[in-house]
């Protein structure tokens, strides 16, 4: 069934509501899956939708709960969503970091006692609309050793940055869109490795981990084990920045290790308290805004000399364009599921 | 002969003053060379004295430079070094950090006009000594690739943090250092692929382009070409990484591309008008100080249930402790050709 996106948040906005999620957190976090499916993210997509329902009802989630600041002191501070779904925590996280970032020039806002946020880079497109940089950084349940270890102990810990660029409206849709980059800290995403298991075939090495921590290139021992950090075949670079994120967003902030929390692909378990963590940068207080836009564009323009070069992004956002002014085809199987959930 | 690093230090700053540094210029540069190369990191050590004099004297950096604060708002404050050499600049924009984050609770510096910084996370441990968390970037000239793309664009755009640990009188020297992790977001450094060419052997794929941007396992081949990003045999991560470093050492603060500056390995070349961030955190204004140390303890026990782990910065920590008590050997070669520099 084709929904336009409006119309499919507030189908999804209602399931969350149905199992205990209080308005905001309803549909702060309906309008964050859509948008995720509408670029062609269905990880954190429709298929979370289920997921988070659970987590309601099982009281894994508190869907009651309001988030709110709880500390500040000039430009940092911290946002403790209270045990509810993240999406709302974040809401409020950055929208009180590019304010505080406005007086300050720079701001760093932490979210702690928090769950699943999604697509990381989606809570920063507010910074860009504001003419701002963004980085945006959480942790997730244990999923890749530390470098030279066996046992899982960071979260593929994601990575993102937005950099607005200079509005042109005779530009052509999309041509002017913010630089968005967001990406995770393991090799490749355990997604591939699922793929090669129910194919049959090898993964290469430098992928994962087998359940002893042995390096494996079977696809089977891999999904028993653990996933590899970014370049983990020649470096521990990769494990290196999984360890910064880690701590960025927990011990800095007070949010709870990756470790420390259960599955989010498990019914019951913790409430996990991860952390998500947002700093904004003002290029006015810096560069200047104006010479911040200028030099972008010479940037983007080297990039762009090589033919094969796409800016990040620009795929996702001419996906979101599509599914805005076409709707977004929802399987009749999920739609069902939502009505009996 | 053996030197102790005070020795060697005022040797160093000689040489360096000889070429044209002023007083704060050379000392400061003599310092971070020193440290380098006490930590085994001869690459950024005593190998760069003769190029920085080369630099002072044929006009690529600015002996008289005297860096300063040229703009501040809040947290967030730009040094400009004046096309002097890194080091003084990036202490000024340290400490001005640090002062800043107390107030703030997080604060920004970059750095203008500058020039190679050396061993990024070493600007940091002023941040530490402080108590607070500290990020490092900086950009250097163009040696890799946009993602998809065949002609270097940015440079190995190093990462650096450091945290802080609670200092314990009663633990074995090194046992509570902060951590200290310090990166390129090169797959592997170019001496690899040096290496590899000296000894006719081929390089893995992944690791480097050719001179006309194709990949290749021939190291003589990779040579005249670049290096790729991390993890760049499954996928853009690390050049999406080193997208941001670039566009946060540079558009936001208003410094100069890689792609812009000369090598740092030919005499004759442009002030290559590098920049460097930092970003400092004062934890104290997040999770609060003593939660923040207790946790970060918690972390490494659980990475530290692994025998094979080494905390990030212990190896470097250990051999500056030797040069410090032992001093250094520098080969009488380098010690004449800096009497005769």
Redesign the interface.
């Known amino acids: 069934m084709r929904l336009t996106t409006d119309a499919l948040t507030a189908r999804v906005a209602g399931v969350l509501r149905a199992a205990g999620a209080n308005d905001t957190m309803a549909l702060s976090t309906a309008r964050g899956l859509v948008l995720a499916e509408a670029q062609g993210l269905g990880s954190h997509g429709l298929s979370r939708v289920a997921q988070y329902a659970t987590h309601l009802r099982n009281g894994r989630v508190v869907g009651s709960a309001q988030a709110r600041v709880v500390?500040?002191?000039?430009?940092?501070?911290?946002v403790d969503a209270q045990e509810g779904l993240a999406f709302p925590a974040c809401d409020l996280a950055v929208a009180q970091a590019v304010g505080a970032a406005a007086?300050?020039?720079?701001?760093?806002a932490?979210v702690i006692n928090s769950h699943h946020c999604g697509v990381v880079v989606d809570h920063l497109r507010a910074v860009a609309d504001a003419g701002m940089?963004g980085?945006g950084f959480s942790n997730s349940p244990a999923a890749m050793?530390?470098?030279?270890?066996?046992?899982p102990?960071f979260g593929t810990n994601p990575?993102a940055?937005i950099?607005p660029r200079r509005p042109d409206a005779n530009a052509t849709p999309g041509a002017r869109d913010a630089?968005m980059?967001d990406?995770s800290?393991s090799?490749?995403a355990r997604g591939k490795v699922m793929v090669a298991a129910r194919d049959g075939k090898p993964i290469?090495a430098?992928?994962a981990l087998d359940a002893n921590?042995q390096p494996t290139t079977d696809a089977k021992a891999a999904l028993a084990g653990s996933m590899l950090p970014?370049?983990a075949?020649?470096?521990t670079?990769?494990a290196?920045?999984a360890?910064?994120v880690?701590?960025?967003v927990?011990?800095?902030?007070?949010a709870s290790?990756g470790?420390e929390a259960s599955s989010f692909f498990v019914d019951e378990g913790n409430r996990p308290h991860l952390g998500q963590l947002f700093?904004v940068?003002?290029?006015g207080?810096?560069?200047?805004t104006d010479?911040?836009l200028d030099?972008?564009e010479?940037?983007i323009d080297?990039?762009l000399?090589?033919d094969?070069?796409?800016l990040?992004g620009a795929r996702r956002e001419a996906l979101r364009r599509t599914a805005l002014s076409e709707g977004i085809d929802v399987p009749d199987a999920l739609m069902a599921a939502w009505s009996t959930g």
């Open positions: 500390r500040q002191r000039g430009g940092a501070l911290v007086t300050n020039g720079v701001a760093l932490g940089v980085l050793p530390a470098a030279g270890g066996r046992h102990i990575i940055a950099f630089l980059v990406l800290l090799e490749v290469p430098g992928w921590g970014l370049g075949v020649s470096s670079k990769g290196m920045l360890l910064v880690e701590l960025l927990s011990a800095v902030i007070g290790f470790f700093i940068i003002d290029p207080a810096l560069a200047g010479s911040y030099r972008v010479v940037l080297e990039m000399r090589d094969e070069v796409r990040p």
